[in-house]
């Protein structure tokens, strides 16, 4: 399947596997629930956590975006 192509009910793989990542290892969700409760929306804790991210992709190869980011914060 192209990672471009609805995966596992997200928008794409990208956004499914930064969201596997973000919500299943502890440091990173620490991160994402520190920045969402640090901002007013989830844009900004985004972009906070793309700031203060330990790398540029997951270890899977997922680049990490403001907009895959935003999705896996859905729910926080």
């Not at 471009?4 to 919500?23: I, Q």
């Not at 990173?28 to 804790?45: E, P």
């Amino acid at each position: 399947m192209g990672k471009n192509k609805p995966f596992n009910g997200h928008k794409n793989w990208n956004h499914w596997n930064v969201s596997l990542w973000v919500n299943n290892d502890e440091g990173l969700y620490n991160l994402a629930r520190r920045c969402v409760r640090d901002h007013a929306n989830r844009i900004d804790a985004a972009r906070c956590f793309m700031a203060l991210r330990p790398a540029d992709k997951t270890p899977d190869g997922a680049p990490y975006s403001v907009t895959t980011v935003r999705a896996a914060m859905v729910g926080m």
